[in-house]
């Protein structure tokens, strides 16, 4: 399907990827992993041609055509909903516009017209052609597509440019999906979706009959969907045949046995640099001098993998709180006419790890802002005894003080005895050197969500509630994550679309729909049975 020849990227004069001989076969499915910076996204973005490589050739199977599907930065607007998903389907309208043609013109030319005996076996092979390429289903295809990603059907007629930035994006992916390119280029396509919307574009991807190639930063999907990962380091591609979870262990046997060579090299290149350094200037020994000069130019020396930065920390022991940490009883929330959370009672006992669940816009923040100490209507929030809690909001890293330095962030919310270890806790979060002096407003993502968990242990606390704490978080960062709160003494609710961190830390589910909250004493994969079988008792 795709063949890179020799493809060499440089930037500025240095190189990104060097003579890369890297094949992609129909069918499949390739995850991109290495560390930012590695140059992943550049890679997609050459091979849909966004970017044009320096040497080498792109050869693509007859007649392949390519889908991309960038992380930011698409605006459909203009049209309807389900129209402009229709316009991915440009093909199959053009047949059917061709058909109707067709179908006039038979209706009105004669049959003994010599002209009918061409039309009627052109109508019949467009005929024929419209029905394999599946045009009889077209809307219903179309439907199918905006209903896995979340698009309700009262949204389909609402004109695009209504629609917000996360929206936007999931417009494009179902164009692209309903395009159905022989080559599919994801770069983080979960980072606009809800989980339900995730579990569709996993089952989605996997029975895709072409090509795809993503990035992403969610474990779970990676391990559903791809069967290949491809690691991009050192200028080149290395391909893993097997899932990302595999790919971790065998990268790490592939770079532990890099490491024994390189050790074994180093002794063979240090014994022959010293037999040169000391026979050098005798002249008896001068063919064994040069003999050992020539070999050691010819040694090719064995790179090994640079360490992978990893944010590590541990959240501060907190105070010993009552077994009751919170209750709420006949709560309600509104906006407006829209009852978000209506009468809703939830109990949270000491030490659960609590995942909150439902579709974008049922009340999860909503909740998690009640929980915090946010406004409600009517009932009550009743605190424990000896409660201390941190709340982690979805937008805590647009809240920060942009002009602020990281330092001077961290240093605005720090207690008196905490200052001397600021250093410290900006260290463990990746912010070294000259780091703790960049701006926040001039901050990756990534950097401001590390940044807005380091204020976390700041105080401790004694309950956590955290919405989307994963959100532009790289693999690595997840799992230091899920191990410090996996460790953490006390309670944990949280909010997150990466099934692999749910599925790491959630002891009990409680779902948030048609405002009401129903409680699941299980993990994640417990609560999917439950729904698929029996509904839930609610609270």
């Known amino acids: 399907m795709l063949h890179l020849k020799n493809l060499t990227k440089e930037f500025a004069g240095k190189p990104l990827f060097t003579n890369i001989d890297w094949h992609l076969k129909k069918g499949e499915r390739v995850g991109l992993v290495g560390e930012n910076g590695a140059g992943k996204s550049t890679l997609m973005r050459i091979i849909a041609g966004d970017v044009e490589h320096s040497a080498g050739e792109l050869i693509f199977a007859k007649g392949a ?9 698409i605006v459909s607007k203009g049209r309807p909903l389900f129209e402009e998903a229709m316009g991915a389907l440009s093909e199959l309208q053009g047949i059917e516009r061709e058909i109707n043609e067709l179908t006039r013109l038979l209706e009105t030319i004669p049959h003994d017209d010599s002209r009918h005996g061409p039309l009627l076996d052109r109508f019949g092979h467009l005929q024929e052609e419209f029905r394999l390429k599946g045009g009889y289903a077209m809307e219903a295809e179309v439907g199918y597509v905006l209903r896995g990603l979340g698009f309700l059907p009262e949204d389909w007629q609402r004109e695009c440019g209504e629609f917000s930035g996360g929206w936007q994006m999931r417009i494009a992916l179902a164009r692209l999906l309903l395009m159905k390119p022989n080559v599919l280029l994801l770069d983080e396509p979960t980072n606009h979706l809800d989980i339900e919307a995730r579990n569709w574009l996993e089952a989605y991807l996997q029975a895709y009959p072409f090509s795809v190639i993503l990035v992403s930063h969610d474990r779970f999907f990676l391990d559903q969907v791809c069967h290949r ?10 391909d893993y045949y097997c899932s990302y979870s595999r790919y971790l262990t065998e990268r790490e046997e592939r770079v532990s046995a890099l490491r024994e060579a390189k050790r074994r090299q180093d002794e063979e290149v240090a014994k022959m640099a010293d037999f040169i350094s000391r026979f050098r200037y005798k002249a008896d020994k001068a063919s064994l001098v040069q003999s050992r000069i020539k070999q050691l130019e010819k040694v090719e020396r064995i790179v090994l993998p640079p360490e992978r930065k990893k944010i590590r920390f541990r959240f501060p022991n907190p105070p010993k709180s009552g077994r009751i940490v919170m209750e709420l009883k006949r709560v309600t929330r509104s906006y407006g006419d829209k009852r978000v959370l209506d009468q809703v009672n939830l109990v949270i006992e000491q030490g659960e790890r609590i995942s909150l669940v439902g579709h974008n816009g049922a009340g999860k923040s909503t909740l998690m802002r009640v929980l915090a100490g946010g406004d409600f209507q009517d009932g009550e929030r009743i605190v424990g005894h000896n409660v201390t809690l941190d709340y982690f909001a979805q937008d805590q890293a647009e809240a920060m003080t942009g002009g602020n330095t990281a330092y001077e962030e961290l240093l605005a919310d720090a207690p008196y005895q905490m200052v001397p270890q600021l250093r410290d806790i900006l260290g463990a979060f990746l912010f070294t050197g000259d780091d703790i002096h960049k701006k926040v407003e001039v901050l990756s993502g990534g950097e401001k969500n590390r940044l807005a968990l380091a204020k976390m242990l700041l105080r401790p606390a004694n309950l956590l509630l955290m919405d989307e704490p994963t959100n532009h978080l790289d693999l690595y960062s997840k799992d ?11 309670t944990v609710v949280f909010v997150s679309h990466d099934r692999h961190f749910i599925d790491g830390l959630a002891g009990r589910v409680v779902e948030v729909e048609n405002g009401a909250l129903s409680s699941f004493l299980g993990d994640y994969e417990y609560y999917l049975a439950k729904k698929e079988g029996a509904a839930a008792t609610p609270q």
């Open 480 to 490: 230091v994550l899920l191990e410090a709160l996996r460790a953490f003494q006390g």
């Open 229 to 238: 990962i491809t690691e991009v380091w050192n200028h080149v591609l290395t």
């Open 65 to 73: 055509t390519v889908g991309y599907l960038p992380q930011a930065g």
